[in-house]
């Protein structure tokens, strides 16, 4: 396999070559990293300690998937944005490899599989028409994850999510915005509410709006969760409701999901759904419930999707509540794009 990681520097660039570092893709030759020109020969293979070995990072402007010394690419994993992903990403698939993208640009077109591989893999079974596939958001992954297994209690008719996602969700440079207006309040100032990676100041606080907000108010992250699923689970007509609120967590989005069925259900049945669902820990009442920050703490426990507080609602007998937790930059991401390949490489036509 040659592979090409596009935005190789950032938080789940990162995360993807300690993957492939790790061995989740079988037959690994070449890792060709791609960042900014700023990051122009980088050696992320000394930086982030791999034994993979990795090429220096090539400048974007210099990445061209036309070129004879790039004929035999066999994937790109995108992690720089949607607009380098619409830029690049048709280009990178026409010169024949398999295109992963982990940015909204292409989610919600009809002829881009948007794949979990836990839920859909059945997208996968033949080469996408346009070769991509999306990896959809890193909050709808965790959600589609915890609800799937639950469609064996009933028809899904209504959700109504909060999310309380992580400053690591806006990449290296939240994450420095975080560190650096933590410090700033624990020293005793008060951060000037500049332009910010999260809208607004997190540092000890809340900021109930992810992404730009239309006429209706409705968030750019909130049609996420509602348009995604709806996709992921061929369920044109669920109904969702959601709020997106950034936290002040290093790493780990968590959830609080209240699901609505056609018919009446149990928090016991639900429990051993989710038991019994791969990739999934399901906690009982009486083994605690997951955090963001042990959840994100070994690779193993980042691997898994994590729910807990599985419990009635007392007012409706057709209705759950519960409380899911990943770590967005493994599940909600690098990991499901690494998972997407490996169906890609495990099917009869790649
Ligand atoms: N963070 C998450 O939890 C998460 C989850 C799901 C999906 N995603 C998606 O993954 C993508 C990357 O997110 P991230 O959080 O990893 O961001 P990040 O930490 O900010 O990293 C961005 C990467 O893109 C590169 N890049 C930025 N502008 C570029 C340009 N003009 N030309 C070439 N390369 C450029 C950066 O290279 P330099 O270092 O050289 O600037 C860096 O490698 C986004 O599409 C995001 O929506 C993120």
């Known amino acids: 396999m040659n592979i090409a990681v596009i935005g190789a520097t950032g ?18 030759e070449r890792v060709i990293p791609v960042a900014s020109g700023r990051s122009a020969g980088r050696d992320l293979t000394a930086e982030y300690g791999l034994d993979l070995k990795v090429e220096p990072v090539v400048a974007l402007a210099d990445f061209d998937p036309a070129a004879a010394d790039l004929a035999g690419l066999d994937l790109a994993i995108f992690s720089a944005g949607a607009p380098i992903s619409l830029e690049l990403g048709p280009k990178v698939a026409a010169a024949g490899a398999l295109v992963v993208d ?31 596939a999306s990896v959809p ?62 809208g607004r100041t997190l540092a000890f606080n809340l900021v109930p709006e992810i992404g730009l907000r239309d006429d209706a108010g409705i968030s750019h992250e909130e049609h996420k969760l509602r348009r995604e699923p709806r996709k992921i689970l061929d369920l044109p007509a669920l109904r969702v409701a959601a709020t997106a609120v950034r936290v002040p967590v290093v790493n780990g989005h968590s959830e609080a999901v209240h699901i609505t069925f056609d018919r009446p259900v149990t928090a016991a ?16 009442e009486d083994e605690g419930y997951p955090r963001p920050r042990q959840v994100c703490s070994s690779v193993e426990s980042s ?6 507080r599985i419990r009635a609602d007392l007012d409706d007998p057709c209705s759950l509540l519960l409380w899911v937790v990943a770590d967005n930059l493994m599940v909600g991401a690098a990991l499901t794009a690494v998972e997407i390949a490996r169906l890609a490489t495990e099917s009869t036509w790649m």
């Not at 691997?303 to 807990?308: A, K, N, Q, R, Y």
Request: glycine share 10%.
């Open 137 to 198: 958001n890193c909050s709808t992954i965790q959600l589609v994850r915890a609800l799937h297994p639950l469609r064996a209690l009933g028809n899904l008719e209504r959700l109504v999510v909060a999310s309380y996602q992580a400053a690591s969700g806006g990449g290296l440079r939240g994450l420095e915005e975080l560190a650096s207006t933590s410090r700033e309040v624990l020293d005793g100032g008060e951060p000037a509410e500049t332009p910010s990676r999260f």
């Open 11 to 28: 938080v789940v660039g990162k995360q993807c070559l300690q993957l492939l570092d790790a061995g989740a893709l079988p037959g690994v």
């Open 269 to 284: 049945d639900a429990l051993d759904a989710l038991r019994a669902a791969p990739g999934v820990r399901a906690y009982g």
């Open 303 to 308: 691997s898994l999707v994590h729910v807990g």
């Open 102 to 132: 982990n940015s909204s640009a292409f989610r919600m077109e009809d002829d881009v599989p948007l794949v979990v591989p836990q839920v859909n893999p059945h997208t996968m079974a033949t080469r996408p028409a346009r070769g991509i």
